[in-house]
């Protein structure tokens, strides 16, 4: 965003939010995860974590899917996740804003995946807290 007048106000999120759960109670439970990496990345989101509930992984605005891939304490899983890249106008004086939209599971090999919020948006309530929008169950 171009200013930080009062109608600059951006809704837009970047990060995507994975959250795990056990199947099929539905409550959330944490991964150990052994690494995580991005598809053309060359470095690791995760590396030896303890135990995680979460993981946020970064769109990119040139591209309509990333693919990240997982070593955890069940094994080694992929999910390829899909979106659509949308440029929204403010305001003249603010410029534009790009939104991800329509976020969705392409392919995965985890034991279930569901999609809960479609929409990569900024928690206005939470600062700082990222919306979920993905969850994963093993």
Do not use: H, W
Not at 21 to 38: G, H, T, V, W
Not at 51 to 70: G, K
């Amino acid at each position: 965003m171009a200013c930080s007048e009062p109608d600059c106000v951006s809704t837009a999120g970047e990060l995507v939010k994975l959250g795990f759960y056990s199947y099929p109670k539905d409550s959330a439970r944490k991964f150990r995860i052994n690494s995580l990496e991005l598809k053309g990345s060359d470095s690791l989101l995760v590396e030896e974590s303890t135990n995680l509930s979460s993981v946020n992984l970064p769109l990119d605005p040139s591209d309509t899917s990333i693919t990240a891939y997982f070593d955890t304490e069940f094994g080694t899983d992929t999910v390829q996740i899909g979106y659509d890249v949308v440029s929204r106008i403010i305001t003249e004086n603010c410029g534009v804003e790009i939104l991800f939209t329509n976020v969705r599971t392409l392919q995965n090999t985890f034991d279930s995946i569901r999609v809960v919020n479609s929409n990569v948006l900024i928690n206005f309530k939470e600062p700082g807290v990222i919306n979920e929008n993905i969850r994963i169950y093993n």
